[in-house]
C-alpha cells in the first residue's frame, strides 16, 4: 500500500503555464486521505515559496512551503556539508543563490571552492567562459540537474544538461550533479517526509530521471506520459516503471 507520494512537478503537474489535467484532483486525493507528499523539482530556478504561488496561479491550491524540495536546495544541503561558508560562482537564478546564502555562502567570482551551475535564462558566452576559467584554475564543478530539455507549450526548451555539457567540454571535467537521478537527491526527500521507501511512490514524467532515481532509492514508480517520455521511449530503457498513466488525474492511490 502506498503511504507517501513524492512527485515531479515540470511536465507532471504543468507544462510551462499550461496545468495537466488532474493535477488538482490528485492534490486533493491526497490531502483528503492524509498521504504525506513532496513534490520534488530538478527546478533550480524557483524557490519553494514560488513554486507554491506558481501552482496557485495555476489552479492548485491546498499546498504549503513544506510541500516541495527543490534542486536548489538539495545543492545547498549537499555543498553545506561538504564545506562551511564556502565562496561560489553561480550559473542560475535567483533560488539557486538564495538557497546558497541560506546555507552561508558567498557569492564570488573571486578564487570560488565551487562553480555551481543551473539552468539559467540568461546565460551568455561571458559566463561560459567565466566558468571554465575558474573550474580550470581549481574550482569544483558542480551541477544541479542533469536535464537536456524541460517540456513547455508547444514543445521544449534546453535545460541546465545543455550548458553542463558546454562547460564540460571546454574543460575536459565532468560536474557532479545533486539533482535526479541522484540517489541523494531522493534520500534529503524521503528524510524530509519521515518515509520508507519501500510503501513510497515516485511520479514522474522522464524515465531517465524521475522513474530510474525512484527505482534505484528502492520506491515504486509510476510513469506519466504528459511530459517528456512518451509511450515509444519507455521500451528503450533497461528497467520500467511500475505502472504508467495518461496523467496525475488517473492515480487512484488507494488501488495500487
Do not use: C, W
Not at 168 to 175: D, F, L, M, Q, S
Not at 219 to 237: E, Q, Y
Amino acid at each position: 500500500m502506498i503511504k507517501n507520494v513524492i512527485s515531479d512537478m515540470d511536465g507532471v503537474v504543468y507544462r510551462g503555464k499550461q496545468l495537466i489535467p488532474g493535477a488538482q484532483a490528485f492534490v486533493d486525493r491526497m490531502l483528503a486521505a492524509r498521504i504525506p507528499f513532496l513534490f520534488l523539482t530538478n527546478n533550480a530556478e524557483q524557490t519553494p515559496y514560488d513554486l507554491k504561488l506558481k501552482l496557485e496561479s495555476l489552479g492548485v491550491h491546498g499546498l504549503t512551503e513544506d510541500n516541495f524540495i527543490t534542486a536548489a536546495m538539495a545543492t545547498a544541503m549537499f555543498l553545506k556539508n561538504q564545506k562551511d561558508r564556502a565562496k561560489v560562482y553561480v550559473i542560475g537564478g535567483g533560488g539557486l543563490i538564495n538557497e546558497l546564502y541560506n546555507v552561508g555562502f558567498s557569492i564570488s567570482e573571486s578564487n570560488p571552492d565551487y562553480v555551481v551551475v543551473a539552468k539559467s535564462a540568461t546565460f551568455s558566452f561571458e559566463q561560459l567562459k567565466k566558468a571554465v576559467r575558474l573550474i580550470d584554475q581549481g574550482a569544483k564543478f558542480i551541477g544541479t540537474n542533469p536535464d537536456m530539455i524541460d517540456p513547455v507549450e508547444g514543445g521544449n526548451e534546453p535545460a541546465a544538461g545543455t550548458i553542463l555539457a558546454a562547460i564540460a567540454a571546454a574543460t575536459g571535467k565532468k560536474p557532479y550533479i545533486v539533482g535526479k537521478p541522484n540517489a541523494l537527491m531522493m534520500t534529503l526527500a524521503l528524510r524530509k517526509l519521515g518515509a520508507h521507501p519501500d510503501d513510497t511512490l515516485m511520479v514522474g514524467d522522464r524515465m531517465d530521471t524521475d522513474i530510474v532515481g525512484g527505482m534505484e532509492a528502492g520506491m515504486k514508480t509510476a510513469l506519466v506520459l504528459s511530459g517528456v517520455t512518451t509511450t515509444d521511449m519507455i521500451d528503450h530503457f533497461p528497467y520500467k516503471p511500475d505502472y504508467v498513466f495518461n496523467n496525475v488525474g488517473e492515480i487512484a492511490l488507494d488501488k495500487l
